[in-house]
């Protein structure tokens, strides 16, 4: 297993432009978790899956953003119409919870930078 | 709602040496999660060390301990026989025990000196 695969890793996109990012967790790991990172802070919290569930989202996710988790496996994070503050690094995280577990995965993180 | 402070934007340490690095939250739950968390630069966010609030005993991984005292609703970090290798960025999480989200503090950049 590989661990938790962000795609891509750097996104460089124009004012306005709508851009779309994947994570694919860890084969087992039934929640997934985006994260919004931005330099210098922790990770702020944007929604979470279990399954293909949305369980909770963020009241920092305008309506501009929105995520799946079709089937379960890998998720996509949308943002419409995208702002100069939406420039950030978005994390997903995924873990198996149950059973007294609760440690979550990290990928790498999508940079997106908005021009 | 529960919240994270990291009270020191910056750490410094000798190669070998100890340092503690501090963390308080504020939440009105009786059980939940704690969490260090260690970011190298560019690099993804590892897991160092977690702690059930429920239990007494404070939690050691390896030269990684806590010192979690719950009234005080603080969870700091010792890191011993620091290495250049810890260098990196550390972030306290809270994690309730009826959601999933974690809730993060600011982050401490710790800077190992050889």
């Known amino acids: 297993d590989t661990g938790v695969s962000q795609d891509p890793r750097h996104k460089i996109t124009k004012r306005g432009q709508n851009v779309t990012f994947r994570c694919d967790p860890i084969s087992e790991h039934n929640r997934l978790y985006w994260y919004r990172q931005t330099l210098g802070q922790g990770p702020e919290f944007l929604t979470y899956f279990q399954n293909e569930a949305q369980l909770e989202k963020s009241r920092l996710l305008s309506d501009r953003f929105s995520a799946e988790r079709p089937k379960g496996s890998f998720s996509t994070l949308e943002i419409q119409r995208t702002e100069q503050g939406d420039s950030a690094m978005y994390l997903c995280?995924?873990?198996?919870?149950?059973?007294?577990?609760?440690?979550?995965?990290f990928g790498q993180g999508t940079r997106l930078t908005v021009v | 709602a529960q919240t994270v402070t990291q009270s020191q934007p910056e750490m410094s340490v000798q190669e070998a040496e100890t340092v503690t690095l501090s963390c308080t939250y504020d939440?009105?739950?009786?059980?939940?999660?704690l969490f260090w968390y260690k970011q190298p630069p560019s690099r993804q966010m590892i897991l160092v060390i977690r702690q059930e609030a429920y239990k007494q005993q404070n939690a050691t991984e390896n030269r990684f301990s806590v010192n979690f005292q719950k009234a005080a609703k603080s969870f700091s970090l010792k890191i011993s026989d620091s290495q250049l290798g810890d260098a990196a960025m550390y972030f306290c999480a809270y994690r309730s025990a009826l959601g999933g989200k974690l809730i993060f503090g600011q982050g401490t950049e710790l800077s190992v000196k050889p």
């Open positions: 995280a995924s873990s198996l919870e149950g059973q007294g577990r609760t440690e979550a995965f």
């Open positions: 939440t009105s739950e009786s059980d939940y999660y």
